[in-house]
């Protein structure tokens, strides 16, 4: 059985995210020392999404309409982060969270790199009956950037 002491974990909230941490908790070492460092990534072209200037008439409108969508997703980033914090502290693991902005691969060959882990869990693509964003991650990018393995939680 694979084991791991400790696990990035891309976590977002969906239910594939959610698949991908029964799989890291399946996963973790029950050993004192197991840490579980939850990667949150906004996509950088969901945020430039968000700040399109077409309806958008000035620069004050835009600040305050950029501060809003700022303001929901730290709202979001935060309720993430309390709910995988929550079960991490029952099961007795260490928890770091991870807040980036960004490329979703890029940023998780970064965190791995950055705080030394033994593997890496995202969940598997979001299938066609799911309503949200499609973010595809590169897996090209993470099988040639990352330093440790990675696996992908299956679907339903």
Known sequence: ?????????AYH??????RAEALAYDIISSEEGGRIVHLLVV??????GMQGDDWLNN??????FGSYVEGMLEKDAAEQVAAVE????????AYTPILRVGDLADC????????????????????KKESGLRSRMEL????????????????E
């Open 59 to 64: 620069a004050s409108t835009r600040d305050t």
């Open 43 to 48: 996509p950088e072209e969901l945020w430039a």
């Open 86 to 93: 929550a079960h991490c502290k029952q099961r007795g693991l």
């Open 108 to 127: 998780l060959v970064a965190a791995a790199r950055d705080q030394k882990v033994d593997l890496v869990v995202i969940g598997p693509p979001r299938s």
């Open 13 to 18: 909230g969906t239910d594939g995210a959610k």
């Open 1 to 9: 059985m694979l084991t791991a002491n400790t696990i990035l974990l």
């Open 140 to 155: 090209d990018t993470l099988g040639r950037g990352l330093p440790v393995p990675y696996v992908v939680a299956s679907g």
